[in-house]
């Protein structure tokens, strides 16, 4: 496992991770987005408070997603009994 140096904002990080280099860096590119909006948003925010908003603006993306996987699995879930259903009628 090698280091991956990241730069979030004004700092670089030297960080291991079990992700390849490339996911670890446009993981660290989505929070600078994160970041930079939040502080566009509100200006004048501490560093620590910009860091809050968008951890917690992440945490809310992370959920929405959550959200639409149950839907999409539910989905696949209804519509594979349908299939079932349609498979054992036809094999009766």
Request: with cysteine.
């Given at each position: ?5 990241l ?31 939040v ?50 009628a036809?094999?009766?």
């Amino acid at each position: 496992m090698e280091p991956v140096k990241l730069r979030i904002r004004d700092n670089e990080y030297l960080i291991q991770c079990d992700e390849d280099q490339d996911k670890a860096l446009r993981i660290a590119e989505y929070v600078n987005k994160r970041l930079i909006e939040v502080e566009k948003e509100a200006e004048g925010l501490s560093e620590k408070k910009a860091a809050l908003l968008a951890a917690l603006t992440i945490a809310s993306d992370y959920f929405v997603l959550l959200k639409r996987q149950e839907e999409v699995l539910g989905k696949i879930q209804q519509r594979t009994q349908a299939l079932i259903k349609s498979i054992d009628a036809a094999t009766s």
